[in-house]
């Protein structure tokens, strides 16, 4: 009896023993579990239960033109918030307040008066409107420093760089294209909350595994860009036109040192302009070329074999029937060499040359020089153009000067600088590197050969026509520039009506695109005019400003010219062309001031483009440094501007 029950005492011990061990072991394991396997998930959930985060608008880098200035930067303004559970008197806080920050007081005690621990009141406030406001020191109300976009420049550039959002994300330009490169991670700001959720302080921001967005250098140079703009600007307005776009590259490398449309936008508030005013139209946009295509026309005839320079065609005395179709030219001519074709810009010559040439050829060079696809320019929105497949009837002759085909002012540049260069058709391109916050390259782009087009030969021969256009008795004598030679073509084209999708018998753009120096040739420039008003060709209305923006480009970038043809020259002509050559920013190498050019202007206070529209006006060049508003000058107001000594003006953001 006593054996049986010392037997079951054991079991029981056992039995009680076992289920303590289990449940030990459960404690054990699950102890594991949350302490070690579930760690950084229940901090979190830890924090979140008394931390509330608030995501700061995160800072972008700069970008900046080929020279290193500024032509974007973000810069740091205080943001105000409120704690609404903090504040004892909404109505009080918010009569003090809202005259400062410019807001209703209705809109701001309803902000106030919600039931949360954190609201946003107003972001990017004026550094004299923040400290009004800090000075107040209302309970539950805040300040923290978030960073803005700015674009010291204002419209300078304007469609290349684009502009940002508020978040900021980019959402036009270089700023859309490279956005993930420039943008930097997110800052934030964290408020601690009590058990029941109320805020109980706000913590210092806090900026975590941050970093700032990477730097991007182009290709532009901002002096060009001015230039050209300004240029432009010009020749829409006299020719009372719709609009304009100007393009100048590098012939050899394809990098952009211009790009300019009109009307432009300020990217400071690109929310009060139209979406059309927006576009960068030298990119996304497509036209008729009209006679600017025959440069390829008669490119792709001579390089294939098909003609000679030297052969000479019937242009039938301006009227010639082809198929159903009268194809005119402005001027009646009998016999014409292909040189003179080019040279008068014959319809009937090219549409003569193009069937020589034939479809099947034609096609295939046109689509080399890169019309019908996207040049591949880092810039969102490119255009590809429309180069039929497929022709028919009298689509040989009509392609062959320009009519039925439609191409983008890049893409024609492109092209135009592939027989400037001897043959290679370039990509273009804007970005000439980026680099880290600490000034260190971290990827650089080099000149790219997408393809050989036409044999450096041909490409002479073509250059050698192009500069009869320029010369006596050529469409595009307003183009030609003393000291250099010139070589370009006109266009005048029909524009196709949105509504009876015929061509328009009023609405024209009128062009000129062309390279200079001719004989080693720098620049592709082109210029088009949209539905100018006055007079409707190319070589009135765009060959001008083609000549204003080569002069004072080859001036600023001290290329010479040829000494010959440069004493022809009126002497009053080449000192205008080289003092407004030089009349735009970023002016480190501004070189020698001639002697006595005047007295000294006031220029205090005065924002850059302001101080450049008097320097043109006076005739006065003077080396400009910095960015913002004009705060120092040499020699002050009033005194005579000498000889060689230091003329500039310092600028400083504002205060």
């Avoid at 776009?245 to 009307?263: C, F, H, I, S, W």
Wanted: proline share 5%; with cysteine; glycine share 8%.
């Amino acid at each position: 009896m006593k054996n049986e029950r010392e037997k079951w005492a054991r079991i029981r011990i056992i039995m009680i023993g076992t289920v303590f061990g289990l449940l030990f072991l459960t404690v054990v394991i699950r102890a594991f579990y949350l302490q070690i396997l579930q760690h950084e998930n229940l901090v979190k959930k830890a924090e979140k239960q008394y931390q509330h985060k608030v995501d700061l608008t995160p800072a972008r880098g700069s970008i900046l033109d080929r020279n290193g200035t500024t032509l974007a930067e973000s810069i740091q303004m205080d943001s105000c918030y409120a704690e609404p559970r903090h504040i004892k008197d909404v109505d009080g806080t918010a009569g003090v307040l809202a005259p400062i920050l410019g807001i209703p007081k209705n809109e701001l005690v309803a902000t106030l008066s919600v039931n949360k621990g954190f609201v946003w009141i107003q972001h990017s406030l004026a550094p004299e409107i923040s400290t009004r406001a800090k000075n107040m020191k209302l309970t539950g109300i805040g300040f923290v420093a978030e960073s803005k976009r700015f674009y010291p420049n204002m419209e300078i550039a304007a469609h290349v760089i684009g502009f940002t959002g508020r978040d900021p994300n980019g959402l036009e330009g270089i700023e859309l294209k490279y956005d993930s490169t420039i943008l930097g991670n997110t800052g934030y700001i964290i408020t601690e909350r009590d058990a029941l959720g109320r805020n109980i302080d706000t913590v210092n921001t806090a900026v975590k595994n941050s970093s700032p967005g990477k730097n991007i250098t182009l290709t532009l140079d901002k002096t060009i860009q001015f230039i050209a703009e300004k240029e432009l600007a010009r020749a829409v307005t006299e020719n009372d036109a719709k609009g304009g776009m100007a393009l100048v590259m590098e012939a050899d490398t394809g990098k952009v040192l211009a790009m300019a449309n009109y009307p432009t936008f300020n990217p400071n508030a690109y929310s009060h302009y139209s979406l059309s005013q927006l576009r960068n139209r030298v990119v996304a946009d497509s036209f008729e070329p009209g006679s600017t295509f025959k440069i390829f026309t008669i490119a792709a005839a001579i390089d294939s074999g098909r003609i000679k320079a030297t052969d000479m065609y019937n242009c039938e005395n301006g009227t010639y029937q082809v198929a159903d179709r009268i194809i005119h030219d402005d001027h009646p001519h009998s016999r014409l060499s292909v040189s003179d074709i080019m040279k008068y810009s014959s319809n009937i010559g090219s549409a003569k040359i193009g069937f020589k040439t034939g479809e099947e050829t034609l096609s295939t060079y046109l689509r080399n020089f890169g019309f019908g696809s996207r040049t591949g320019i880092d810039l969102p929105g490119e255009s590809s153009g429309n180069l039929k497949r497929n022709w028919y009837g009298v689509d040989l002759a009509t392609i062959s000067f320009g009519q039925g085909v439609s191409l983008s002012t890049i893409q024609l540049a492109s092209a135009l600088s592939a027989i400037a260069n001897g043959g290679n058709l370039m990509k273009p391109y804007l970005v000439e590197q980026i680099l880290d916050d600490n000034g260190t390259v971290v990827q650089k782009f080099e000149p790219q050969v997408v393809r050989r087009v036409v044999s450096p030969e041909t490409a002479r021969k073509i250059t050698k026509m192009l500069e009869t256009v320029t010369g006596d008795g050529g469409t595009g004598t307003n183009a030609a520039l003393d000291g250099y030679r010139v070589a370009g073509k006109t266009g005048t084209a029909q524009k196709v009506d949105p509504v009876t999708h015929t061509y328009s018998p009023t609405s024209r753009i009128g062009s000129f695109v062309g390279f200079v120096p001719a004989d080693n040739p720098r620049l592709t420039i082109a210029v088009i005019i949209d539905e100018p008003k006055v007079v409707k060709y190319g070589g009135v209305v765009a060959a001008p400003a083609f000549r204003e923006i080569a002069k004072n480009s080859l001036a600023y970038l001290k290329i010479q010219p040829n000494v010959q043809n440069f004493a022809a020259a009126k002497p009053d002509e080449t000192k205008i062309s080289l003092a407004t050559a030089t009349e735009s920013t970023s002016y480190e190498n501004a070189g020698e001031i001639p002697a006595d050019m005047g007295v000294m202007p006031d220029f205090k206070g005065m924002s850059m483009r302001r101080v450049l529209q008097v320097m043109e006006k006076r005739g006065i060049n003077i080396k400009l440094l910095g960015s913002g508003r004009a705060a120092e000058q040499s020699p002050p107001p009033g005194h005579k501007i000498r000889g060689v000594g230091e003329v500039w003006i310092k600028f400083a953001p504002s205060a």
